[in-house]
């Protein structure tokens, strides 16, 4: 077989349920045999995860490595890749019949587009399904202060099972930090959208898995999971920091992205570690500003009202108290009825049940 046109590149540790699903997803694809690889990362699996990826030999090649956590798989693999293209997949997701032909087509056409993302299903183990869509085909860079606050907005659609890049984008940005045992994605996405042009496709073409075992989304309150989340955001933020100045990127341009992910971490630390009051009312009205920019003077008001307890309880207490009553049946319902929870009007969101 001569060089692939498209590498496939695997991250798993511990997906022995899953990951002959994400195999057989991407050998399904409508894509030829002899224009592809598969390349499967096993960051140190202890389950029987390796021996499953075995039984796909010759068409799927294994790398197996110490367990090191997502930025050590992707530096382990990245470099082994052959193919033009690069496309990523975490081993506990799966892709959508056309995904390697709607990805490599507009690669194909469009010359100074370097990274390609994607709508996205999130399935839950209940059976409910939640897709998200982008009402638009937005194309941008960060190189503006326009470009980096669409890319702020919009990054969810550029994980890691929806992100394909050209290998030498990749190249050209280099190892990730080895910290980034989470997130490492994020910080190839990030730097990806400075050095060429982001598509993203309206189509869900990743299903996207959500489990107890999932490292970056923390659906049980796990307090060291999220204290780890927090730590490996604040190493997110630095090292991105670092990289734009290497870069020459301007510091508006920084600051917009940066401070995105440096108020996410904050809030997790305010969750689980007690804060000043400022701290919270800081950190609280960054993010509705980011997530909401174009929230009403009435959502601003009631946001407002809600953070009048925080002026006085420690960030653990507030947040402790305003959980619960998150979590109210009366609370939600009179949310639904009287002053709906807002939604971003760049996307389209729909909710199904499997049977």
């Given amino acids: 077989m001569g060089r692939p046109s498209v590498s496939i590149l695997i991250d798993t540790y511990n997906h022995e349920r899953f990951i002959e699903k994400a195999i057989a997803s991407v050998l399904e694809q409508d894509f030829p045999a002899d224009e592809r690889e ?108 326009d470009g980096a606050r669409t890319f702020r ?36 996405f990030t730097l990806g959208a ?31 999971a999220m204290r780890r989340k927090y730590t490996v955001l604040a190493e997110l933020a630095k090292s991105l920091r670092s990289k734009f100045e290497e870069m020459g990127v301007a510091e508006s341009t920084v600051k917009i992205v940066v401070d ?29 500003r980011i997530a909401h920019e174009h929230a009403s003077v009435l959502l601003w008001i009631f946001k407002g009202l809600t953070l009048l307890p925080a002026c006085v309880m420690p960030s653990q207490y507030y947040y402790a108290l305003r959980h619960k009553i998150a979590a109210s049946g009366l609370y939600r319902k009179a949310r639904e009825k009287w002053l709906p929870f807002p939604e971003p009007p760049h996307v389209d969101r729909y909710r199904t049940t499997r049977p």
């Fill in 194 to 224: 400075v050095l060429s042009d982001v598509l993203i496709l309206r189509e869900p073409l990743t299903f996207y898995r959500l489990h107890e075992s999932n490292a970056f989304q923390i659906a049980d309150g796990n307090a060291t």
């Fill in 260 to 288: 995105s992910v440096q108020t996410e971490s904050d809030l997790i630390r305010l969750t689980t570690q007690n804060g000043w009051p400022l701290e919270t009312l800081r950190a609280e009205l960054q993010n509705y």
């Fill in 153 to 188: 907005l919009r990054k969810s659609f550029l994980g890691t099972s929806r992100m394909t890049f050209r290998a030498d984008v990749l190249r050209r940005i280099g190892q990730v930090p080895e910290a980034l045992g989470i997130q490492a994605d994020e910080y190839l």
């Fill in 38 to 145: 598969i390349l499967v990362v096993d960051d140190g699996s202890s389950d029987g995860t390796p021996e499953i990826i075995r039984k796909f030999a010759p068409q799927v090649r294994m790398l197996r490595k110490v367990n090191g956590g997502q930025a050590s798989a992707f530096n382990a693999g990245i470099p082994e890749c052959q193919g033009a293209i690069v496309a990523f997949l975490d081993g506990d997701d799966w892709w959508a019949p056309g995904k390697l032909q709607a990805v490599c087509g507009v690669l194909a056409v469009e010359a100074e587009v370097g990274l390609v993302g994607h709508g996205i299903t999130e399935v839950y183990s209940d059976g409910r399904e939640h897709t998200e869509l982008l009402r638009e085909v937005p194309r941008f860079r960060l190189n503006s202060h």
